[in-house]
């Protein structure tokens, strides 16, 4: 089969090799699906460049792609959920990912009927910023009649985590790409900040609630709106001691993220706020909950730009260079 994999890490820009290999081989609970289209995601740079390898240590040369939609080829002896011929999507499990190529057998666990009213490049877009979405509201344990803020709301991630916090009775405050405002608005949001134009943390305080999208610098400013004991999310900040406890990490890895993640949990404690890291796991069930909640919505994710698989290295780079309108995404059969 056609796939794209990389075969070193490196900070430069990726160089995924394309070319043939063998198509993955079937477990029992596996379903063999025939990608139809996969998603570039920031993670897939990331991954690339070394820097999520104290969480997800892949050994090279890793076939890449995080999420993708396709066509059930074959199922595994004990599949149950899924048949031949049926349209699926996921965020690949962690622990094999591969949607960069022209199969991928995967987990049924981790898979979700395609809703039809999505194209496939709709559809591809779907699953890993959802499933942050809905893991991210989860751990802040979002109540209605609340107030959020989800920075960098303009990207991908926002186009699902606005609606699914609406569809949870949350007001939701977002700040991002001035050229995405109209986007966003369409989404819901109660309140738009063009991050170009206006500081978020001049305007907004007492918030019930933040994801965190940007990291760095903005996690305190972010700290600095939230009202005394109130909840962030963050999906850049890095990993802390509760992260390594909710993952069930090694001794040594509970040590190394508690000791990289003091400096958050201290921010948090200064007024009794809390911290959370978020790496984005496989859930089929939850995709399957955000499907319904997005269909009755009718959210449709924007695609910005489209791929074939020979390509791979320009759409990563595309998703590099940020000011994107939507998702990007890959043919690997093209
Ligand atoms: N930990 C996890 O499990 C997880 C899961 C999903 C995503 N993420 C991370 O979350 C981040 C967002 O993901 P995404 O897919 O939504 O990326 P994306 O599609 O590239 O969107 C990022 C958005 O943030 C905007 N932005 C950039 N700088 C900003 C600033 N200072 N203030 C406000 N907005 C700003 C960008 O606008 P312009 O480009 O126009 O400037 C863009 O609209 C990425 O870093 C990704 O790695 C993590």
Redesign the pocket.
């Known amino acids: 089969m056609k796939a794209a994999w990389l075969e070193r890490y490196s900070k430069g820009e990726p160089q995924l090799t394309v070319g043939e290999r063998a198509k993955p081989r079937l477990g029992v609970r596996d379903v063999l699906l025939r990608v139809s289209v996969a998603a570039v ?3 897939d740079n ?1 991954i690339a460049h070394g820097e999520v390898k104290a969480i997800v240590p892949y050994k090279t040369p890793l076939i890449m792609g995080n999420e993708c939609v396709g066509v059930v080829e074959e199922v595994g002896a004990s599949v149950t959920k899924f048949k031949k011929g049926e349209r699926v999507y996921a965020r690949l499990p962690l622990d094999r990912i591969g949607a960069f190529a022209e199969y991928v057998a995967v987990d049924e666990a981790a898979l979700a009927l395609t809703p039809d009213y999505l194209t496939d490049e709709e559809a591809a877009a779907v699953p ?2 959802a499933l ?1 979405a809905m893991q991210a509201l989860a751990l802040i344990r979002a109540e209605a009649g609340k107030t959020i803020f989800v ?2 709301g ?5 186009a699902m985590a606005i609606p699914l916090a609406k569809a949870r009775g949350l007001t939701v405050i977002t ?3 001035g ?2 405002a109209e986007r966003v608005m369409a989404l819901g949001v109660d309140r738009f900040i063009d ?1 170009k134009k206006e500081d978020y943390a001049a305007v907004l305080s007492d918030i019930d609630y933040v994801i965190d ?3 760095g610098k ?1 996690l305190e400013k972010q700290f600095s709106i939230l009202k005394r004991g109130g909840r962030l999310v963050s ?2 900040g890095g990993p802390n001691k509760a992260f390594a406890q909710r993952v069930n990490a090694s001794p040594i890895m509970k040590l190394a993220f508690g000791f990289v993640g003091r400096k958050n949990d201290a921010m948090a404690a200064k007024n009794g706020q809390t911290y959370d ?4 796991h496989s859930d089929g069930q939850q995709l399957a909950e955000a499907s319904g909640i997005l269909a009755k919505m009718e959210i449709r994710p924007s695609v910005d730009g489209v791929f074939g698989l020979e390509e791979v290295n320009a759409a990563l780079q595309k ?1 590099a260079g ?3 309108r939507g ?1 990007t995404v890959i043919y690997p059969a093209k």
């Open positions: 995601n920031p993670l990331m890993l910023t942050t920075s960098g303009t990207g991908s991630f926002g700040n991002g790409s050229k995405n991050y999208s940007l990291g903005e999906l850049r890291f978020i790496f984005v998703v940020g000011g994107s998702k």
